[in-house]
């Protein structure tokens, strides 16, 4: 399918259509489900447990999205206005981290893809924008979503001023408590943000009976966001992670890596690190690379890294679990550690969530993807040290995939000559305070 | 002069040449002051009142710097491993405006020139990075500085980071108690970040016993910075706006927007509004228009809008006055306020500055460049406005240059047609507290 397809009367009329969109910017969305060797596990009605149909979501999502959530067309056209959109900060660069290089003492070739460059500061607005964009053409007045670090609430409120529609975000207690500069910013865009669990919700009210002193967690506020939205027909919700509609639009950063380290020189990568939360970075990295795998046969290692304090890959089971804490949401085969998983209230924020985007856990199950966990004074540490010889100080969740890196460098398992690419999903500018609480310590 | 010249044997060492620099991040910075009609008054020494020679100045600056500062070449070099680290941002995007144009229905096209992708989130690491290479190749350890609202000492402290050397920086009380997230990204690059006046300094004493209620003043922060550089002889001092060489540094700004105007199929630029404090920003874009206006006749409009709480260009008056509030610096002809001129703690940090660049004094008093002023209270309504259109939260001094291009267009002044450019400094998400403030009045 399209968006054009879907709704080719509306469409004009939300591009701005200001200039031409350079050709680096991605034309089509990837879609790696129509190239791993066997299907991802259908997400379930938890009542059934059939798979569940598409018209069972349309209280929840746009119908466009939930086309893409099904789809197993390889190539999904991006609509123009979206397009738009993305070029204003699309390609994201991709920068060879020669100095670090240099301070390491390696001959390998360090790569990193940098996300930060967006108006929000991560890799979230490349769904948010898309999301914002399908339910205005659509006739959705309203969407309400969650947020654990922030990135992905200010992302949204961000797109959602962009198509001129409402914005409720649910932010994790421990994140809004912490982090008081994302609500600040998802106001300033005009949305309103709340702390998870609240009072606004009858999930959130019941979760601040039967749990008074939790940290909350995305699970929770994914409950809470989806109440909101089901109760109001003029509102959906939006997910910023886990599910396939948000990995596809998320193939723009991988897709755009392998053209970028072309025009570099390169044959490819030998080794990716991404970080791994419920999976949008991680999956927009990595799946361009791994159907480049699939397709014609190139040997690239995708290595997810995921905290210490939420190894929902590494030590969370396969199965079907739900989405959410008060599992309204339709089961989903994935590696989990349960909905009732609270993690510690890391800086990551972005990465408490207790599974892992089925896409992704399908691939990793079936040995196309690997995964390591590492604690945070690693990752800060590793954070900090990229800081001081790239100039770019890393989202906490980010932190991850270049502690993964580094690890890999100075254990010496990197061989001359090998490229090394790093997902750097966002800047840490308003984690400032995690990482002067590391040095304080 | 080029970089090569004034250190040939060591340049190489501290490039570390990983990539390609892309043939638009430019190759040499453009000195206006080779096509200004009238040379720039001299700096003057305070003593005699005679102009002031190269070697005074070495105790505070690196000799490559100084040689730019008395510079009349139109072109000079921009050293291979500063075109490398510029090559992460730059050319940072010129960006069509098209979705403000559209609610505010005019038919003049909108273009902001966008420097929030860099590192730091402003243009001030265009001249960091500069001064931290020159010091660095030229033996010295430490760099000490003032910061206003934190966007140079940031931009400071990380190239400090990225040359090894040791980094002081002395910030405006006020924006030193308002925006901690500042300090936090200096530290996190590895400098020391004190507010000021300090105990640390005499003149930071003397400030504290005259003045023991002062919100502080960049004129302060400078006094200090450059008492430390003194006594030190491993140690330089080191300026983020003012002085000719910063205006250089700057000038990349200016020279990229002319050739992206004109990959974009513009004719040039009608009209161009940058925001005033120092002149950094406002010089780096407007010279090189201003350039092209004295060699090639073409009739862009500059327009440096500043802060109606510190209108030095308004309402200050043009004369020799010192860059600081103890008298340390040299002469500068400049319009000022006259150093003991503490403006309001104003949001925007880094327009609160007493003088304005020689170099943009000189060329407003020839009538070359205009002036407005404009009140906070605008200035935020316009960047709110801002970024619920573009998705970019600006930086509180950027406010000042969308504010004046939005009363221009909303004036009726705007004719259709008409190519008008916003100098979008820096991005304000290290200063959400200011918009929330701003929402909650």
Same mark, same amino acid.
């Given at each position: 399918?399209?968006?054009?397809?879907?709704?080719?009367?509306?469409?004009?009329?939300?591009?701005?259509?200001?200039?031409?969109?350079?050709?680096?910017?991605?034309?089509?969305?990837?879609?790696?489900?129509?190239?791993?060797?066997?299907?991802?596990?259908?997400?379930?009605?938890?009542?059934?447990?059939?798979?569940?149909?598409?018209?069972?979501?349309?209280?929840?999502?746009?119908?466009?999205?939930?086309?893409?959530?099904?789809?197993?067309?390889?190539?999904?056209?991006?609509?123009?206005?979206?397009?738009?959109?993305?070029?204003?900060?699309?390609?994201?660069?991709?920068?060879?981290?020669?100095?670090?290089?240099?301070?390491?003492?390696?001959?390998?070739?360090?790569?990193?893809?940098?996300?930060?460059?967006?108006?929000?500061?991560?890799?979230?607005?490349?769904?948010?924008?898309?999301?914002?964009?399908?339910?205005?053409?659509?006739?959705?007045?309203?969407?309400?979503?969650?947020?654990?670090?922030?990135?992905?609430?200010?992302?949204?409120?961000?797109?959602?001023?962009?198509?001129?529609?409402?914005?409720?975000?649910?932010?994790?207690?421990?994140?809004?408590?912490?982090?008081?500069?994302?609500?600040?910013?998802?106001?300033?865009?005009?949305?309103?943000?709340?702390?998870?669990?609240?009072?606004?919700?009858?999930?959130?009210?019941?979760?601040?009976?039967?749990?008074?002193?939790?940290?909350?967690?995305?699970?929770?506020?994914?409950?809470?966001?989806?109440?909101?939205?089901?109760?109001?027909?003029?509102?959906?919700?939006?997910?910023?992670?886990?599910?396939?509609?948000?990995?596809?639009?998320?193939?723009?950063?991988?897709?755009?890596?392998?053209?970028?380290?072309?025009?570099?020189?390169?044959? +490819?990568?030998? %080794? !990716?690190? #991404?970080?791994? /939360?419920? *999976?949008?970075?991680?999956?927009?990295?990595? @799946?361009?690379? &791994?159907?480049?795998?699939?397709?014609?046969?190139?040997?690239?290692?995708?290595?997810?890294?995921?905290?210490?304090?939420?190894?929902?890959?590494?030590?969370?089971?396969?199965?079907?679990?739900?989405?959410?804490?008060?599992?309204?949401?339709?089961?989903?085969?994935?590696?989990?550690?349960?909905?009732?998983?609270?993690?510690?209230?890391?800086?990551?924020?972005?990465?408490?969530?207790?599974?892992?985007?089925?896409?992704?856990?399908?691939?990793?199950?079936?040995?196309?993807?690997?995964?390591?966990?590492?604690?945070?004074?690693?990752?800060?540490?590793?954070?900090?040290?990229?800081?001081?010889?790239?100039?770019?100080?890393?989202?906490?969740?980010?932190?991850?995939?270049?502690?993964?890196?580094?690890?890999?460098?100075?254990?010496?398992?990197?061989?001359? +000559?090998?490229? %090394? !690419?790093? #997902?750097?999903? /966002?800047? *840490?500018?308003?984690?400032?305070?995690?990482? @002067?609480?590391? &040095?304080?310590?």
């Amino acid at each position: 399918m399209t968006s054009s397809n879907a709704n080719p009367s509306t469409n004009k009329d939300l591009g701005v259509q200001g200039y031409a969109v350079p050709s680096e910017v991605p034309t089509h969305w990837y879609n790696v489900m129509a190239d791993l060797p066997e299907a991802v596990p259908p997400h379930l009605n938890p009542g059934t447990r059939e798979p569940i149909k598409p018209e069972e979501l349309e209280p929840l999502f746009a119908k466009a999205l939930i086309a893409q959530e099904f789809s197993t067309e390889r190539y999904i056209e991006i609509p123009a206005p979206v397009r738009e959109i993305y070029s204003q900060w699309r390609p994201s660069p991709l920068i060879r981290a020669a100095r670090l290089e240099q301070r390491l003492g390696t001959k390998a070739r360090l790569y990193f893809k940098y996300e930060g460059v967006s108006p929000a500061g991560s890799h979230k607005p490349n769904s948010a924008v898309a999301q914002a964009y399908y339910n205005a053409i659509e006739g959705t007045t309203k969407l309400t979503t969650e947020t654990g670090a922030g990135q992905w609430g200010a992302s949204l409120a961000m797109a959602c001023a962009l198509f001129d529609l409402e914005c409720e975000v649910y932010q994790v207690r421990s994140s809004f408590d912490a982090k008081p500069y994302r609500r600040m910013q998802m106001e300033t865009y005009g949305a309103s943000c709340y702390s998870s669990p609240s009072d606004r919700t009858e999930s959130g009210r019941k979760m601040r009976v039967d749990f008074p002193d939790t940290s909350g967690s995305l699970g929770m506020a994914i409950s809470e966001a989806i109440e909101v939205a089901v109760k109001d027909p003029n509102a959906h919700y939006s997910l910023g992670s886990v599910l396939n509609h948000v990995v596809i639009h998320q193939s723009v950063i991988g897709q755009e890596a392998i053209e970028q380290l072309k025009a570099a020189g390169e044959k +490819g990568a030998d %080794i !990716v690190f #991404g970080c791994a /939360g419920g *999976g949008s970075n991680l999956g927009g990295l990595s @799946a361009p690379f &791994l159907g480049q795998n699939l397709r014609e046969g190139t040997k690239t290692r995708l290595v997810a890294v995921e905290p210490a304090a939420c190894p929902s890959i590494t030590q969370g089971e396969y199965r079907y679990d739900f989405g959410d804490t008060s599992n309204t949401t339709p089961l989903l085969k994935m590696y989990t550690l349960g909905t009732d998983f609270v993690p510690d209230p890391i800086h990551a924020g972005g990465l408490r969530y207790h599974g892992m985007a089925p896409i992704l856990s399908h691939a990793i199950n079936l040995g196309l993807m690997e995964a390591i966990a590492l604690p945070q004074d690693q990752t800060f540490a590793a954070g900090i040290e990229f800081a001081r010889a790239e100039g770019i100080i890393p989202a906490p969740e980010s932190t991850h995939a270049i502690a993964g890196a580094l690890d890999y460098i100075k254990s010496g398992q990197a061989q001359d +000559g090998e490229v %090394i !690419v790093i #997902g750097l999903s /966002g800047n *840490g500018n308003l984690d400032l305070p995690a990482y @002067a609480q590391t &040095l304080s310590e």
